[in-house]
């Protein structure tokens, strides 16, 4: 995709007032990680004149909107962090809340959500923005006709395919059939519901219990929902590297979200290149000769001029600091040049 759908079903949330008040008016009950200067900014901009559960105005609140924009860009708007304390190789705060932010609505309500935000982004001119708030944010989401074309082909040949992502899972199978992948070949960012409504919380995997909110589709939590999900795999042996003839034979992504369930793929790791350094750091050190790297399809990115700094900061570590990425064998990976854009 160019654009996330997430976001974009967010952003549209945004603007026809689907947000809801959280309990209490208390934004720290919707992300265990939002830090108290997130949720106080936030109370300050969205105010408690309404009632929790019912719809906040952020279509004419601009404070509101603009603060949540904010956040969902991991920032307050006074530039405070919005989330800590996470595991950064499973989960990022950003996305989690805006998975949060679909909170008090059934998964049929959310899917019309997304499809009228599918058809307002794939209805726009390729390049819109839209305002939400003050803010200039995507207007637009194109579905890439050659990861289509790839999908068919390999459909055609007899390979299953699926869609993993770290969108929300009802608003992922909205989209899935753009490039033909049907609703139950979907593993998105999966919540826990309680009478039929999305909670704010986190359905669990490789053994985390679900409302633990602590792993999600997000680096090696990706790896542990594809392995639970499609593999069949249970407990904490989700999160290691499965046997080679138990693996996915291809897997393609773009985002540093996708490095390990990328690097998991046993005949080809497919990289569209956003000069993300952890995923192209692997792409370019090509450990195995499968990986293959091609530009964005629409817009691509500039050549980045410095090497990747492969050697000294690529890897995000759990605690969210930065380290030298090694390879397989324990050696590090140099700094390499950026040669496909």
Not at 222 to 244: D, S, T
Request: include cysteine; glycine fraction near 10%; hydrophobic fraction near 35%.
């Amino acid at each position: 995709m160019k654009n996330d759908i997430g976001y974009g079903t967010n952003y549209w949330m945004l603007r026809n007032d689907k947000i809801l008040q959280p309990a209490n008016q208390d934004w720290k009950t919707t992300d265990r990680y939002m830090t108290d200067a997130a949720a106080a900014a936030l109370k300050a901009a969205c105010g408690t004149d309404v009632p929790a559960g019912e719809p906040l105005k952020t279509s004419t609140n601009t404070a509101c909107a603009d603060e949540i924009v904010a956040i969902l860009d991991d920032k307050t708007r006074a530039g405070q962090p919005a989330f800590a304390g996470y595991d950064a190789r499973r989960l990022i705060g950003s996305y989690s809340w805006g998975t949060a932010l679909s909170a008090g609505y059934t998964a049929d309500q959310l899917a019309e959500f997304a499809d009228a935000t599918k058809k307002e982004n794939l209805g726009a001119v390729e390049g819109a923005t839209q305002t939400v708030g003050s803010q200039q944010v995507d207007g637009y989401i194109r579905v890439y006709p050659q990861i289509k074309d790839l999908i068919g082909t390999l459909q055609a040949n007899g390979i299953d395919t699926w869609v993993v992502s770290a969108s929300p899972e009802p608003i992922v199978k909205v989209w899935a059939g753009e490039v033909g992948v049907d609703a139950n070949h979907v593993v998105g960012v999966r919540s826990v519901y309680e009478n039929g409504k999305q909670t704010t919380h986190l359905q669990g995997c490789g053994g985390v219990p679900d409302g633990d909110d602590s792993v999600m589709t997000y680096v090696d939590g990706k790896r542990c929902w594809a392995n639970q999900a499609i593999f069949g795999v249970k407990g904490p042996a989700a999160f290691e590297r499965l046997p080679i003839e138990r693996r996915q034979i291809l897997a393609a992504g773009d985002s540093v979200t996708d490095v390990t369930f990328v690097g998991d793929a046993t005949a080809v790791h497919l990289v569209i290149n956003r000069n993300k350094p952890e995923l192209m750091c692997r792409a370019y050190d090509n450990a195995d000769g499968k990986w293959l790297i091609n530009p964005m399809f629409i817009a691509p990115k500039k050549q980045v001029t410095d090497p990747y700094p492969c050697s000294t900061t690529a890897l995000t570590k759990s605690d969210g600091t930065s380290a030298p990425l090694l390879r397989d064998d324990g050696s590090v990976v140099p700094d390499l040049k950026d040669t496909v854009s």
